[in-house]
């Protein structure tokens, strides 16, 4: 990839104390700027990281501290203005006014990276989230999420995430390492203070200390309450710099990692502690939480513990040489996957998605002149032109739409499903998501993919009377689930334009069935002539798989309860006229 000139708002990348964001971004900007790209990291001057500042001039990328707000858009509005990507992250002061000034500014690729993205989704469900809003989320390219899971899913089904794609936290290979220390302690654990987080500490921790008197415990992290009853085998540190934490995990036999309750919940969401523990050799006992073994295998890369007797078992049964092998698994394991090397990769990969898709919003098909064989192709390819015939386009004009039979190749309609297949085994859906999509649209990260494009019949845009300037929309993912058998009110309607193109028309609608759907399975049904506002009786369109309906922008149409075994899958594709052309 070309050099990328990169914005960062976060958090802090200067000061550690409190936070386990700034060990990431340090990683992360190191790794940025030694593969060539120019970093500019913005960082709210605020009075608690000022005090305790232990890198106050990193030695990659640029740095630059900002008072408020109104210094942030006077002094820094070119750089964001001029980026190709600009990343604001969880947690900045006063985060919604810096996002909405960053989707009105930037003109690069906009990313939101989350890295406490379970604890950002319960206050986003509480209306307590004090840097990100719902309505901001559509507004970035791009969700970097710190966990994994349904959850991108669920940011991209329910919140309207354009591109939600996991971005786990990483570790940097130099600062965390095995190092000749000598062992202080049994057990050990580093991470601030949290109300969640501390009954599982107690049972993980200062019950095993009440149990093994004779064995050394620490705990270092500050805003520990005062009155906390530690055992007297407990040490306590209460803040400990970043540069100090590998010495500190290769002093103890095994190391705990013990996640904050929203992320229990969520699965899928590994911290930076618990990678940068393992990077240095130390096997870690976790707390457990769904999608922990995707990360590392427990037994050989992992110890799991739900209580205090299995942390005892584990301490008294793990001896030094399957300690080391152990430990040794797991730092393979981060190398091969969770360095800043990695994430700079995949970064550079999703920001080049984001690209391409943009490119194919703008795509023009066709020539619109009739004169030439071929056309391009949604993913660039030339695919064969077909003509349609007289009596369908007849029939659009008459009824307002047509039936083209066996319209999409059955292999690409099988690749099709294929996708949005897997997608649902990796993602999963909920209830709540299948109830909200089927309003709108599923998995909207696929819109743009090669593998939806590869159904849209070639002859669909001249049809449909394409000419120069005219664009897809994007398209529409609809899986109609089985219902329940209920009464039902059948209403037409039209389709609205999306949001940013109120002031064009469409030319029309393209439906391609990727299952079949006749009587009993949900099928489409239209009201012929309503488009001319003569509207006739309600009329079913049976569709095989890889069958089209095309209609009229102004027919009315609706869905029907879908009483049939399985689920009814189709992508809905609208054409959209140039600037200033009605349809």
């Known amino acids: 990839m070309s050099v ?15 936070n386990g ?18 970093v500019l990291f913005l960082e709210r001057d605020v009075p608690w990281y000022a005090d305790a500042r232990d890198l106050p001039s990193p030695p990659y990328g640029r740095t630059a501290l900002y008072g408020s707000l109104e210094e942030l858009r006077s002094v820094h509005a070119e750089a964001v203005q001029d980026a190709d990507l600009v990343v604001v992250g969880s947690y900045v002061p006063e985060g919604v006014h810096v996002g909405r000034w960053v989707q009105e500014t930037a003109r ?38 710190f966990t994994g899971g349904p959850t991108l899913a669920h940011l991209e089904t329910v919140l309207g995430s354009p591109c939600a794609r996991a971005f786990y936290c990483l570790v940097d290979e130099q600062a965390y390492a095995p190092q000749d220390v000598p062992r202080r302690w049994a057990l050990g654990y580093l991470g601030t203070w949290s109300a969640d987080r501390q009954p599982v500490l107690d049972e993980l921790l200062v019950e095993p200390a009440r149990r093994l008197p004779g064995q050394a415990f620490v705990v270092a992290g500050p805003q520990y309450p ?54 240095c050799g130390v096997p870690v006992v976790s707390d457990w939480w769904e999608g922990l073994d995707t990360f590392f295998t427990p037994g ?43 994430r700079v990769d995949e970064l550079e990969e999703h920001v080049a998605q984001v690209r391409e898709r943009s490119a194919r919003h703008g795509l023009r098909v066709g020539d619109g002149g009739g004169q030439s064989g071929q056309r391009s192709g949604s993913d660039g390819r030339e695919v064969p032109r077909m003509q349609t015939t007289t009596s369908e386009r007849a029939a659009l004009e008459q009824h307002g739409y ?3 039979r066996s319209a999409a190749p059955p292999d690409a309609v099988a690749t099709a499903l294929r996708r949005l297949h897997l997608a649902i085994r990796h993602h999963g859906l909920s209830s709540e998501e299948i109830s909200t999509c089927q309003n709108t649209t599923f998995f909207p990260h696929l819109r743009w993919e090669p593998e939806i494009w590869g159904v849209l019949p070639p002859m669909a845009a001249e049809l449909l009377g394409w000419r120069e300037g005219d664009d897809w929309a994007d398209p529409q993912i609809l899986l109609r689930f089985p219902d329940e058998a209920q009464p039902w009110t059948y209403e037409p309607h039209v389709d609205a334009l999306p949001p940013g193109l109120e002031d064009r028309s469409y030319r029309g609608i393209v439906g391609v069935a990727l299952t079949a759907a006749g009587a009993e399975d949900g099928v489409a049904c239209v009201y012929p002539g309503s488009h001319r506002g003569d509207p006739g009786e309600m009329t079913p369109v049976p569709l095989q798989a890889g069958d089209a309906l095309v209609m009229h922008p102004q027919l009315g149409h609706t869905g029907t309860l879908n009483l049939g075994p399985t689920i009814r899958t189709a992508v809905y594709f609208r054409l959209v006229a140039g600037p200033g052309r009605g349809a």
């Open 4 to 18: 990328l000139r990169v914005v960062v708002l976060g958090l802090s990348i200067t000061s550690s104390w409190g």
């Open 402 to 404: 047509c039936v083209l």
């Open 226 to 279: 005062e009155d906390i009853a530690w055992p007297a085998s407990v040490s306590r540190i209460e803040h400990l710099p970043p540069a100090e934490h590998g010495a500190f995990y290769n002093a103890q036999r095994l190391t705990l990692n013990v996640t904050r309750a929203d992320m229990v919940r969520a699965g899928w969401s590994p911290s930076v502690r618990l990678f940068e523990a393992a990077a």
């Open 21 to 38: 964001h700034a060990t990431n971004f340090r990683a992360l900007v190191r790794a940025l700027d030694a593969r060539g790209h120019d």
């Open 108 to 145: 690069g690729v906009k990313a939101f990276y989350d890295i406490d993205t379970p604890v950002t989704l319960a206050a986003l469900a509480r209306g307590a989230c004090e840097y990100l809003v719902p309505e901001l989320i559509p507004g970035y390219d791009l969700y970097l999420s």
């Open 300 to 342: 050989t890369e992992i110890l799991v513990a739900r209580s205090a007797t299995e942390v005892v078992e584990h301490l008294a049964h793990v001896d030094d040489e399957r300690r080391d092998q152990i430990g040794a698994a797991a730092r393979a394991r981060v190398l091969a996957q969770h360095t800043a090397e990695h």
